[in-house]
């Protein structure tokens, strides 16, 4: 009998164990002193090519995080960057990719009407791993393909930190 009681009461345990593995999930984010380091180096990226931009920074979640204004980057930057990074973050891939898909694809044409999403080259997701923790994205260059390359740069700089 108390054989049977004991291996009921660590059965129920184990199924409760397992039960709040599955409901708490640990995941990673975007800390403030990476977020500032990204948009530094994507500022500093741009600059070196003589673009005038803005780096947005964002977590997981699309909030912000680390914003980076060159001297001379038109007052539209902001948003634009900003929309960008929230963007890449939400759908977990470029604002690149999203364009092209929207252009070709009737049935995404609609993304862009998600209030907050600008479907437009230049966001970019931060990765560890597979895992997104958040997204740069940059307004300013003359391109949404240079403004990626300028994010893609700023990545690449804390790419050690991102293992």
């Known amino acids: 009998m108390k054989a049977t009681v004991f291996a009921s009461t660590l ?19 975007m800390s403030l002193e990476l977020a500032s380091q990204i948009a530094a180096a994507t500022v500093a990226s741009c600059s070196a090519s003589g673009y005038n931009v803005t780096a947005a920074v964002v977590d997981r979640a699309g909030h912000l995080r680390a914003l980076q204004r060159a001297d001379n980057a038109g007052p539209h930057t902001l948003g634009a960057a900003q929309g960008k990074a929230y963007t890449s973050a939400s759908a977990r891939n470029t604002t690149a990719a999203m364009l092209e898909n929207v252009q070709k694809n009737p049935g995404a044409a609609t993304l862009v009407d998600i209030p907050g999403f600008l479907v437009l080259g230049g ?4 990765k560890v791993g597979n895992e997104v923790i958040g997204a740069v994205g940059v307004g300013g260059a003359p391109g949404g393909h240079l403004d990626e390359q ?3 740069a700023g990545i690449a700089k804390v790419a050690e930190l991102l293992k």
């Open 11 to 29: 059965a129920l345990s184990l199924i409760a164990s397992v039960a709040n593995a599955q409901a708490v999930r640990t995941e990673k984010n």
């Open 123 to 126: 966001g970019v997701p931060v």
């Open 150 to 152: 300028c994010a893609n």
